[in-house]
């Protein structure tokens, strides 16, 4: 984790509508300091003054009631307001239609079926419309899918429209489907069953990228001849590799993140735009989604499926409900040999974000990062839904946190990419700098899990649409990020401030050594066997690839390894240590620090002061050391640490959060031989070994205390004790 920029919620906007769509898509204008928010329960647009960001109020709202039967999507531009409007019948063509920032009537132009994201060219002279074409619930009619090009360069009132479709690649159907393209709607042409989602376009204005989100691709459109020119398929996510695990049953009672004989349809929702270095890269949020209709679905069980006995031979276990029986999955693909059974498992979204060069080349992952994070930040609401609290677990079978939407920022020269999670809520920050490389930079959730959802009291449910406003544009001089939340009805703006250190130092392919300043610095040592000091000062360091040792030095240090077998260090200070992919050595030092092991078998030290270690995927070894820590093990056999004289010391309270009885161990190093049946009788019988309401509690003789959480007394053997 490397904090370059911090979020925080400085308002919220309630409409007081619970689960009817009330606030979906943001979109704010600079000149006139308003946002304009699609509230869908009153098909219309909310018109909020931004210009006090600390707090929003309601100036007023524009019907579309006129102009058809749902409103879906807003966006602005040199104080024009465009918005989707679906018809009565969605089968029918829809309507984009214009305002200015005060709500007065522009004009309005005809565009294809369901309407729904659109966005204004960089250069202002184009509108674009992303026409769903969605079929009816019946599967009887199913409209053609397109994207609207909507020339407003003669000025609004002498707009025309170029309806870009794919009847081009109706010829063309095995050939997509065997690259890997969904077309799979019942008697569906291409045309018929590409259903464009959202879009994006080129800092040129030339090109625009279009998520394809049933059919796990992407369109390209060449936005001056009025033509898609390409589909990407965008491949499959293989969930058996380490770091793509995730949490497949909401049967289990438990968090239980783990690789599985599963492929991940990344089935992209929204998708965003930005540039390094002259290249164009595409970033999108693999939400997922399936077509559930009453004369067609897809949705099925594993645990209700006919596996091959070759390409499962576990079946039986594998379908049990706590494993993959309750997984939702599609029923149109994994039957590879024609004979009726399934030789592989797609389930739909992939639970990350992706990042894309402009030809649909994968250059990045977020893997399983998303469970592990928010199972770290939340683990009593880890994979929530969104409309009720005490919902534990219940997404885990289906698509999990959920990513929905995405924007990027610039933010003192550094590009940042923010995701919000539909289901458990929240936004995830990365820095994307380097695309190939991305940061976690911080996770932000305005949800209140104590209220209650229905009355208004959770906070934001359900985020669905983002807008990010650079410091040049916003009312008041910072970067803010608004997310409009289509559940709660909430719409909610954060203020972002900039950390950035003083100093950069950039090592190059080979193994460098590099020492930091006095002063605030980013080093980063990119590929090779990197040495690196921050030397004073608070400072980012990234090892990257290659077998790295970083050592933090004075100061509030962020240390991140990336790949390889890094060893790590805080020296003294309040550090954040992760160790990325690979096995690596955490030590925090002095201070109270952070240390998280992220993948691979981990060596983790606390040092001195009250520090949490959190060993992440893989066999992991953790030792709190001096000071009040609290251990959680994660995934794999994980052993705990307490050394005589250097833990568990008087007035030391540690806590282990996730002991797995007959998995972990608690191993007591230098107390001498001792027999770990005849210790565990003998701390029963002394009381120096007592049940709580948290766990078990030990005591150590005169001294420290260990807290055993969610583990009783009667559940420990004397298996889960070694002395050395």
Do not use: C
Not at 79 to 96: F, L, M, R, W, Y
Not at 157 to 165: E, I, M, P, R, S
Not at 345 to 369: K, T
Not at 403 to 408: I, L
């Amino acid at each position: 984790m490397t904090n370059y920029i911090k979020l925080s919620t400085i308002s919220t906007f309630e409409t007081g509508i619970f689960d009817d769509g009330a606030a979906e898509i943001p979109a704010y204008d600079t000149s006139s300091q308003r946002l304009f928010v699609v509230n869908g329960a009153n098909n219309a647009i909310d018109v909020l003054n931004l210009s006090d960001p600390a707090n929003p109020t309601k100036i007023t709202e524009i019907s579309l009631n006129d102009f058809g039967g749902g409103t879906n999507s807003v966006a602005v531009n040199n104080g024009i307001v465009a918005v989707a409007v679906e018809d009565e019948n969605t089968q029918n063509p829809g309507q984009v239609v214009f305002f200015n920032t005060d709500g007065h009537f522009l004009n309005a132009v005809t565009v294809g079926a369901l309407p729904d994201a659109l966005t204004f060219t960089a250069d202002g002279q184009k509108v674009l419309v992303a026409n769903e074409g969605e079929p009816n619930n019946e599967f009887t009619v199913d409209p053609e899918g397109s994207v609207s090009i909507i020339d407003i360069s003669g000025g609004v009132k002498q707009a025309t429209v170029t309806n870009a479709d794919f009847k081009a690649f109706n010829p063309q159907i095995e050939q997509l489907q065997d690259q890997g393209v969904r077309i799979f709607g019942p008697g569906a042409t291409v045309a018929q069953d590409l259903e464009p989602e959202f879009i994006t376009v080129s800092e040129d204005s030339q090109t625009a990228w279009i998520t394809l989100q049933e059919n796990n691709a992407l369109a390209v459109l060449d936005i001056n001849r009025g033509e898609i020119t390409d589909i990407l398929p965008l491949g499959f996510k293989d969930h058996s590799l380490p770091g793509n695990g995730f949490d497949a049953s909401d049967q289990d009672d438990g968090i239980n993140i783990q690789n599985w004989p599963v492929f991940g349809m990344f089935q992209p929702d929204a998708i965003a735009s930005f540039q390094v270095d002259g290249k164009t890269f595409l970033i999108t949020a693999n939400e997922g989604d399936s077509r559930d209709f009453e004369g067609f679905s897809e949705e099925v069980l594993v645990g209700d499926l006919n596996l091959d006995p070759h390409a499962f031979p576990d079946a039986a276990e594998l379908q049990q409900a706590e494993n993959l029986g309750s997984l939702i999955v599609t029923n149109t693909l994994g039957d590879t040999d024609g004979d009726g059974d399934f030789d592989q498992l797609f389930a739909f979204g992939s639970r990350s974000f992706s990042i894309w060069d402009e030809y649909g080349n994968q250059v990045f992952d977020s893997g399983d990062d998303f469970e592990h994070i928010t199972a770290e930040f939340l683990p009593d609401d880890f994979n929530s839904d969104n409309d009720a609290n005490n919902s534990f677990d219940t997404r885990s079978n289906d698509r999990g946190p959920e990513p929905e939407g995405v924007v990027t920022g610039v933010i003192d020269g550094r590009t940042f990419a923010f995701i919000g999670l539909e289901r458990i809520g929240g936004i995830m920050v990365y820095d994307v700098s380097d695309p190939t490389h991305p940061t976690f930079v911080q996770y932000i959730n305005n949800r209140d899990f104590s209220g209650d959802a229905a009355a208004g009291t959770a906070g934001d449910l359900g985020p669905e649409g983002l807008t990010f406003i650079s410091a040049e544009d916003s009312p008041n001089g910072r970067p803010l990020l608004v997310a409009a939340n289509e559940v709660s009805g909430t719409t909610t703006i954060y203020e972002i401030d900039s950390i950035l250190p003083d100093q950069s130092i950039v090592g190059d392919e080979g193994d460098n050594k590099l020492v930091g300043t006095e002063e605030d610095d980013i080093i980063k040592g990119l590929e090779g066997n990197d040495t690196i000091h921050g030397d004073r000062g608070d400072d980012l360091i990234q090892g990257n690839q290659g077998d790295d040792k970083l050592k933090g030095g004075r100061g509030h240090d962020d240390l991140d390894g990336g790949s390889g077998n890094d060893t790590i260090r805080g020296g003294r200070g309040h550090d954040n240590l992760d160790g990325g992919l690979d096995n690596d050595f955490l030590q925090g030092g002095r201070g109270d620090d952070i240390l998280d092991g992220s993948h691979g078998d981990d060596t983790i030290k606390g040092g001195r002061h009250d520090d949490i270690l959190d060993g992440g995927s893989g066999d992991d070894i953790l030792n709190g050391g001096r000071g009040s820590d609290v251990m959680t093990g994660g995934e794999g056999n994980d052993h705990f640490i307490f050394k005589q004289n250097k833990s568990l010391l008087p007035g030391e309270f540690d806590v282990i959060k996730d002991f797995e009885v007959g998995v972990d161990k608690i191993e007591f190093q230098g107390w001498g031989n001792i027999d770990p049946q005849e210790w565990l009788n003998s701390v029963i019988y002394d009381g120096r070994i007592t049940n709580t309401e948290d766990g078990t509690l030990f005591q150590a003789n005169d001294a420290g205390k260990v807290l055993i959480e969610g583990v009783s007394v009667e559940q420990l053997s004397a298996s889960d004790f070694s002395f050395t």
